[in-house]
């Protein structure tokens, strides 16, 4: 969509800003440089460069929805950061299988360009979402670190009222990347992406250990994913 019909992800954005979002999350979640390379034939550059517009579509969005409304609210842009498995498009961002082979510095050697790109097009801060394990959320942790001036979120995927998608405990989890975070850059940790039945119970154990820290929480509608369907 970034390479071939920007202007519906304008379309998109806009709909989030006509029924009040604060918040734009760019068009970035399941893009990476290798898969642009791959699937698109393009240059690393090109593909830098579609990154950046991700976050060049969020903005004019803003800017058409200021011009229409004379909305004068602060708005934000976050720079998506899905998982490594949401760029294998295979589903795995939903178990976190790919964590039990895969080193903490392969999964920061791979996330640190498309985070690059995000900064560089100047993104307010980063969604770290779709997480499926705390493997995962600790390499996002130690990349932070190399980015003092930016701030992030980061929230789980869970199949489960409990449990990460790669059955780990969700409060253990989350208490582990927060102590990992680097001071004043994480704003607020939850999950997303999670069957909406189960948001209230992860939450709850969330907060019996994050002694008030701020939480986010955005699951699905409630549809069931059918690889066939759709």
């Given at each position: 969509m970034l390479h071939k019909n920007p202007d519906a992800i304008v379309r998109?954005?806009?709909?989030?800003?006509?029924?009040?979002?604060?918040?734009?999350?760019?068009?970035?979640?399941?893009?990476?440089?290798?898969g642009f390379q791959k699937h698109l034939g393009v240059t690393s550059e090109k593909s830098k460069e579609l990154l950046k517009s991700s976050v060049e579509l969020a903005r004019k969005a803003i800017r058409e929805h200021r011009n229409k409304t004379k909305e004068t609210k602060e708005i934000f842009v976050a720079g998506?950061?899905?998982?490594?498995?949401?760029?294998?498009?295979?589903?795995?961002?939903?178990?976190?299988?790919?964590?039990?082979?895969?080193?903490?510095?392969?999964?920061i050697s791979w996330h640190r360009p498309r985070i690059e790109c995000l900064i560089d097009a100047g993104v307010d801060l980063l969604a770290f979402e779709t997480i499926p394990s705390v493997k995962e959320g600790e390499a996002l942790m130690k990349l932070l670190k190399e980015f003092p001036n930016v701030k992030a979120w980061l929230s789980f995927s869970c199949q489960s009222m409990h449990q990460t998608s790669h059955k780990e405990d969700i409060a253990t989890s989350a208490l582990?990347?927060?102590?990992?975070?680097?001071?004043?850059?994480?704003?607020?940790?939850?999950?997303?992406?999670?069957?909406?039945?189960?948001?209230?119970?992860?939450?709850?154990?969330?907060?019996?250990?994050?002694?008030?820290?701020?939480?986010?929480?955005?699951?699905?509608s409630g549809e069931k994913w059918d690889t066939n369907e759709g």
């Open positions: 998109v954005h806009d709909k989030y800003l006509a029924n009040g979002a604060e918040i734009i999350i760019t068009a970035s979640y399941q893009a990476s440089i290798p998506s950061v899905g998982s490594y498995g949401a760029a294998l498009a295979d589903g795995s961002e939903y178990t976190g299988d790919y964590c039990d082979i895969i080193t903490h510095e392969e999964l582990t990347c927060m102590k990992m975070a680097p001071p004043g850059q994480l704003v607020a940790i939850g999950v997303n992406c999670c069957p909406p039945e189960f948001a209230k119970s992860l939450l709850k154990d969330i907060g019996a250990v994050s002694n008030g820290f701020p939480l986010i929480v955005y699951p699905n």
